[in-house]
T-cell receptor, first 114, second 113 residues
């Protein structure tokens, strides 16, 4: 396991469609984060899991967004009824609670809603 | 509320010259501070962190950063810039309880030959 893996790397969808992204964290990491990044901006926190528990959600995460981490390993982020404003890079990161280590990021999924 | 400010949208430096990318923070309690670098269409790569101890921390690719508690700053530095250092740099702080990283808006570093 060499790092955080995200799939797909790119997704183009029509407005109103649902999309789902997957993140596979570093295997021994128990924390998993989702961030959204738009052009020219820093990453904005969306949500975070410790093991399978979703412990915090940003107000940015509307009802159309849902995230899961069913077995405390991989995570999915689903966006329902996509809007053009959802177009962004979605970044996943993982870290360990042992030793307050840094978060390691995947390469992101770039979503374009047309 | 926790926050990070990167006052410069872009920093331009000639290859071989020293570089500084500025970061100031606002956090309750002791700060855990980080620098990340992002290349085009890529995720963020960890450069270095300050948790405790020596105020000068060294990281990847010859970068270092100095923690200054009185000025609430954590500026990124490198003695001699390379063209390949050109990228987007983000400063970040762990919010209370270490639940999430809060990022600055980023600084684009352009190193000219």
């Amino acid at each position: 396991d060499t790092g955080v893996s995200q799939d797909p790397r790119h997704k183009i969808t029509k407005r109103g469609q649902n999309v789902t992204f997957r993140c596979d964290p570093i295997s021994e990491h128990n924390r998993l984060y989702w961030y959204r990044q738009t052009l020219g901006q820093g990453p904005e926190f969306l949500t975070y899991f410790q093991n399978e528990a979703q412990l915090e959600k940003s107000r940015l995460l509307s009802d159309r967004f849902s995230a899961e981490r069913p077995k405390g390993s991989f995570s999915t982020l689903e966006i329902q009824r996509t809007e053009q404003g959802d177009s962004a890079m979605y970044l996943c990161a993982s870290s360990s609670t042992r030793g307050n280590t840094e978060a390691f990021f995947g390469q992101g999924t770039r979503l374009t809603v047309v | 509320a926790q926050s990070v400010a990167q006052p410069e949208d872009q920093v331009n430096v000639a290859e071989g010259n020293p570089l500084t990318v500025k970061c100031t923070y606002s956090v309750s309690g002791n700060p855990y501070l980080f620098w990340y670098v992002q290349y085009p269409n890529r995720g963020l790569q960890f450069l270095l962190k300050y948790i405790t101890g020596d105020n000068l921390v060294k990281g990847s690719y010859g970068f270092e950063a100095e923690f200054n508690k009185s000025q609430t700053s954590f500026h990124l530095k490198k003695p001699s810039a390379l063209v390949s250092d050109s990228a987007l740099y983000f400063c970040a702080v762990f919010s209370g309880g270490y639940n999430k990283l809060i990022f600055g808006a980023g600084t684009r570093l352009a190193v000219h030959p």
